[in-house]
Nanobody, 113 residues
Framework: QLQFVESGGGLVQPGGSLRLSCAAS????????MGWYRQAPGKERELVAT???????NYADSVKGRFTISRDNAKNTVYLQMSSLNPDDTAVYYC???????WGQGTQVTVSS
């Protein structure tokens, strides 16, 4: 059964850090490009970062230099390390795969003082 379990979200102060995790089951994780997306209230879902099977990464301009995506194929897990967080980063964060196309349930990140 295909399942993504996301964790690590929460409330953090501006300038703080969080690490999101997405543990995947039911897919061949090692052949999948994995990605993180986010959706803020009233806005469309947007790409945050992707990582290929060769660990080539790509980032949205808004998070470059602050976020780092990584993967552990032995644990079928993709991570998103987020630092220097600001209120504009407040959103529900989703992980996704492409083979097959599947989304996690999302984890809330709130940046507020």
């Amino acid at each position: 059964q295909l399942q993504f379990v996301e964790s690590g979200g929460g409330l953090v102060q501006p300038g703080g850090s969080l690490r999101l995790s997405c543990a995947a089951s039911g897919i061949i994780f090692s052949i999948n490009t994995m990605g993180w997306y986010r959706q803020a209230p009233g806005k469309e879902r947007e790409l945050v970062a992707t990582i290929t099977t060769s660990s080539i990464t790509n980032y949205a301009d808004s998070v470059k230099g602050r976020f780092t995506i990584s993967r552990d194929n032995a644990k079928n897990t993709v991570y998103l390390q987020m630092s220097s967080l600001n209120p504009d980063d407040t959103a529900v964060y989703y992980c996704r795969s492409w083979r097959p196309a599947y989304w996690g349930q999302g984890t809330q990140v709130t940046v507020s003082s």
